[in-house]
């Protein structure tokens, strides 16, 4: 993962920060800092405290305990001289009734005092200049995710966030979006978004936060947390290729599981295991899964993920 | 683009791009305009009918005067029957020089009318008859202005009322709408004060309601309706912003308790309907109990209603919207005092 760092400033900190709704503790205790030019990630399942972390740190929630700064001054409450120097991308939904993705973008932007033809600039950079004169609710989900950030761009703010822009779009989309979020980091803005997608924030992301139940498991590059697992290495073969005792008996396998369609081998070593399958000529369909996020999370809860 | 204008354009765009906003907010006044218009037509108020028997100068006298109509039966004894029997009031009858009235005494104030009436057409034609001028010189002309028809009274009424409806629809839904889109809290997170978001859409309202005002008027000058606006019209204009702030903070307040849009269409629609009736857009409140006449001087709609009645049709000057506009202008203030108090950012 390559890093396009600022001159290394602190953006935001956040230091033991509580938020209750009632009974609920949605918030428990979070702490974490994000460099300039950093792609910081808050990961979790719906309901950890993502969003409720998020507000708090925009300034659009109190919190009830502990501090915020961003920019180096306190977003809550409201606090004008931020306001500028943040972008934030709400729901896809969040438009003004019947107007074009360039009247959405142009008004939004002119509360900013931005001009229009910066306005079309933002629009190009999300990719959008062919539908500018489509109304909001005849473009497609993934457009609209893009006109939204777009919106929460075009003032050219420090910082981006961005509250589960993924969410709900098909794989094409999604891949599409990514592009616009790494070309807006290529132009040196600290983006801190929230997913529920742990292999999209593996790609994305410089840094991860693990969110669950409101406090934070893990925080660090996507790698790190994964290699810190010490997980064992998957190899897969079609069922039949090679008989299961037969596999327990190469060198570096640990387990060997059939369930009829694949026969799944752990080992730590996969290297000499590889060359045995070669040299057996067992490599047609063969797929190697090291661990991901999602094993992380599952270590740290001991439950399976699930978004 | 400053904020303000482009905040008021696109809103402006928004409405003029919803055909069911430009629906009820220009159409539908005018259907209500085209109904009562020509319920009403030509029953100022509604004249009594008698009998006629026979014929003769008295009873064509009787039937150009226009203050009551004739109903043409074929022999006395018939009419008087109709009468007894409580059908009409009274029966008129000529035969050469002889004329003949019978009237129900249980009806007196009609009979007294058609008494004096009969008498008047009478004595009229005794006096042609001698050939002398009349010594005393009557000059009967109405004071109000050209004409009595419906239209000049429904037309301010139904006017407020459509501005009414719309002030309070326009401010709610837009309220609700962008509290549950999250473009509030949008708008929140942009460097923009509350000031500016409220005025530019305190200016869609105003102007919309211009818009209305100008098309409503229009059609009601037509020759199928016959409004006759009077000299010091353009004084409604005042009237219609301050009438425009007194709803749109009522629509504020609505746009506070609802969540959703068809919550603020429902609450907006059972404020602003009975006031209607309670305010005499649709028909005057002359002859209803003084309790409802009470309770209609707390209702803006009444108010405005008033101040538009005074300058459009009944020629007054500006001294006569001191009151309405006085009383509109307080209103505004509760009310929008009461709505920024209930004013949420978003929902929970």
């Known amino acids: 993962m390559t890093r396009t760092r600022g001159p290394g400033g602190t953006t935001i900190v956040v230091e033991d920060v509580h938020k209750h709704y009632g009974d609920l503790h949605a918030v428990d205790g979070v702490s974490f800092t994000v460099a300039e030019g950093e792609f910081f990630g808050i990961l979790g399942p719906n309901g950890a405290g993502k969003t409720t972390t998020l507000e708090i740190v925009e300034g659009l929630r109190s919190p009830d305990s502990g501090t915020v700064t961003l920019l180096g001054e306190v977003p809550w409450p409201r606090n004008p001289k931020l306001l500028p120097r943040i972008g934030v991308q709400l729901q896809a939904s969040s438009f003004f009734d019947k107007l074009t993705a360039r009247e959405q973008l142009e008004t939004f932007a002119s509360l900013y005092g931005v001009s229009k033809a910066t306005a079309a600039e933002t629009l190009e950079l999300v990719g959008l200049t062919d539908k500018a004169d489509t109304r909001e609710n005849k473009l497609s989900g993934g457009q609209r995710q893009r006109l939204s950030i777009a919106c929460a761009l075009a003032h050219d703010p420090d910082v981006l966030f961005l509250d589960e822009p993924t969410a709900a779009l098909d794989p094409q989309a999604r891949r599409n979006l990514w592009d616009v979020l790494r070309a807006i980091q290529g132009r040196g803005k600290t983006i801190v978004y929230t997913t529920h997608y742990l292999d999209e924030a593996e790609i994305l992301c410089d840094r991860v936060a693990i969110m669950d139940k409101g406090k934070i498991l893990a925080m660090d590059a996507p790698a790190t947390l994964v290699r810190g697992l010490d997980a064992p290495t998957h190899i897969v073969l079609a069922h039949g290729l090679v008989a299961e005792d037969e596999a327990r008996g190469f060198v570096g396998v640990d387990d060997v599981t059939d369930d009829g369609v694949s026969l799944t081998m752990s080992t730590r070593k996969p290297a000499p295991v590889l060359t045995v399958l070669a040299e057996r000529g067992a490599l047609d369909g063969l797929q190697v899964r090291t661990a991901t996020l999602e094993d992380v999370f599952l270590n740290l809860t001991g439950r399976e993920y699930r978004a | ?348």
């Not at chain 2, 409140?285 to 405005?304: F, G, I, Q, Y």
């Open chain 2, 1 to 348: 683009m400053t904020a303000f204008r482009s905040l008021s354009l696109a809103m402006f765009k928004g409405f003029f791009r919803d055909k069911a906003a430009l629906f009820f907010t220009f159409v539908f006044p005018l259907i209500f305009l085209v109904v009562f218009g020509l319920l009403f037509k030509d029953a100022g108020t509604s004249k009594i009918k008698i009998a006629a028997v026979g014929d003769g100068p008295v009873i064509t006298a009787l039937e150009k005067s226009g203050a009551v109509e004739l109903e043409h039966v074929d022999s006395l004894d018939a009419a008087v029957a109709k009468v007894k029997n409580g059908d009409l009031p009274a029966v008129v009858a000529q035969q050469g020089d002889s004329v003949v009235l019978r009237f129900a005494a249980s009806d007196q104030a009609k009979s007294g009318t058609v008494l004096g009436l009969v008498a008047g057409v009478v004595d009229q034609a005794n006096l042609a008859a001698t050939g002398q001028p009349p010594k005393l010189k009557l000059d009967p002309a109405r004071v109000e202005d050209s004409s009595l028809k419906p239209i000049q009274f429904l037309t301010p009424g139904l006017l407020s009322w459509g501005l009414a409806t719309s002030a309070v629809f326009g401010a709610a839904l837009t309220l609700v709408n962008w509290r549950k889109k999250q473009v509030l809290r949008r708008i929140r997170l942009a460097p923009v004060g509350t000031p500016t978001v409220l005025s530019s859409r305190l200016l869609v309202s105003v102007g919309v309601a211009v818009v209305q005002a100008a098309l409503f008027v229009t059609i009601a000058s037509t020759p199928l309706f016959g409004l006759k606006l009077s000299g010091q019209w353009w004084l409604g204009l005042p009237m219609l912003v301050l009438g425009t702030l007194s709803f749109f903070s009522i629509g504020m307040l609505v746009g506070s308790f609802a969540k959703t849009e068809e919550a603020a269409t429902a609450f907006a629609n059972l404020l602003v309907l009975p006031m209607a009736f309670l305010s005499g857009t649709f028909f005057p409140l002359d002859s209803a109990p003084a309790w409802l006449k009470t309770v209609s001087n707390v209702l803006p709609l009444k108010h405005l209603n008033e101040g538009m009645l005074n300058v459009l049709v009944r020629g007054k000057g500006i001294d006569s919207l001191l009151v309405p506009g006085g009383i509109l202008i307080g209103f505004t203030l509760v009310v929008g005092v009461i709505a920024a108090k209930f004013f949420r950012w978003e929902d929970a």
